[in-house]
C-alpha cells in the first residue's frame, strides 16, 4: 500500500536554484494539498487543489508554485530558493467533501537552503 | 486570532500513566472536524482520532479518546496507559465548513511534544 509517495526524501540547494516535489497518490482521492513544518509552528498549508485541474493558495504560498498533473499527481516548486524555505515539505490527499476531511501524509521531503 | 492553540510545548508522562493533552480552537462555523495526528521521530504523521461538531459522544480508538467540550471550545486528546512509543509530537488540527471549492482544509497547532519515562 503506497498510499501519498513524495520524492525526493532529501535536498540540498544553493540560493537561487531551482526544484520541484513530486507528490503521486494511489487512493483515488480528489483533493491534494502541499503542506510545510517549521520548528514550533506546525504544518502550515502552501497550496492545494480541490480536484483536477484546480489549485488555489493557501496560508503560505509566495516563492512557491504548483501544478495538479492529473488526479494522481501534484507538484511543488521552488523557482529561485531561499533559505527561508528550509524545511519539511508534506503533500497530502483527502477523498473531499464526502468524508470526515482526513488528510493522508506522504512521509515527507527534508529540504534545505544554503 | 490562531484557530488551533496548544498551550503545552511539550509534557512528560510515566510509562502506564494517563495523560491529556490539551487543545482550543476558534470557529464561527456549526460544521467542523477535529483530528488528532501524532509524529513520532521518525517524521511520519499518523492520524490517531476524528471528532465531528456534531457528534454526541467523545470520539474514542483504543487508548486514544477525545476530551470534545464544544461550549469550551475544546478537544483534549487523552492517551491511557501511556507507553514508550506514545513519544512523538501530537498535533490537533481543525477542518472548518466545506470550502466550495471542493475540499477541506486542515489548520494544525504547533504541537505538543509527549515524552514517556520509563
Known amino acids: 500500500n503506497a498510499g501519498v509517495t513524495q520524492t525526493p526524501k532529501f535536498q540540498v540547494l544553493k540560493t537561487g536554484q531551482s526544484m520541484t516535489l513530486q507528490c503521486a497518490q494511489d487512493?483515488?482521492?480528489?483533493?491534494m494539498y502541499w503542506y510545510r513544518q517549521d520548528p514550533g509552528m506546525g504544518l502550515r498549508l502552501i497550496y492545494y487543489?480541490?480536484?483536477?485541474?484546480?489549485?488555489d493558495k493557501g496560508e503560505v504560498p509566495n516563492g512557491y508554485n504548483v501544478s495538479r498533473l492529473n488526479k494522481r499527481e501534484f507538484s511543488l516548486r521552488l523557482e529561485s530558493a531561499a533559505p527561508s524555505q528550509t524545511s519539511v515539505y508534506f503533500c497530502?490527499?483527502?477523498?473531499?467533501?464526502?468524508?470526515?476531511?482526513?488528510?493522508?501524509f506522504g512521509e515527507g521531503s527534508r529540504l534545505t537552503v544554503l | 486570532a490562531q484557530k488551533i492553540t496548544q498551550t503545552q510545548p511539550g509534557m512528560f508522562v510515566q510509562e502506564k500513566e494517563a495523560v491529556t493533552l490539551d487543545c482550543t480552537y476558534d470557529?464561527?462555523?456549526?460544521?467542523?472536524?477535529l483530528f488528532w495526528y501524532k509524529q513520532p521521530s521518525s517524521g511520519e504523521m499518523i492520524f490517531l482520532i476524528y471528532?465531528?461538531?456534531?457528534?454526541?459522544q467523545n470520539a474514542t480508538e483504543g487508548r486514544y479518546s477525545l476530551n470534545f467540550q464544544k461550549a469550551r471550545k475544546s478537544a483534549n486528546l487523552v492517551i491511557s496507559a501511556s507507553q514508550l512509543g506514545d513519544s512523538a509530537m501530537y498535533f490537533c488540527?481543525?477542518?472548518?465548513?466545506?470550502?466550495?471549492?471542493?475540499?477541506?482544509?486542515?489548520?494544525f497547532g504547533k504541537g505538543t511534544k509527549l515524552s514517556v519515562i520509563p
Open positions: 497530502a490527499s483527502s477523498e473531499g467533501r464526502s468524508n470526515t476531511g482526513e488528510l493522508f
Open positions: 487512493m483515488n482521492h480528489n483533493s
Open positions: 487543489s480541490a480536484s483536477e485541474g484546480t489549485t
Open positions: 470557529t464561527s462555523d456549526p460544521s467542523y472536524g
Open positions: 471528532q465531528g461538531s456534531y457528534d454526541q
Open positions: 488540527a481543525m477542518r472548518e465548513a466545506y470550502s466550495g471549492a471542493g475540499s477541506y482544509q486542515l489548520t
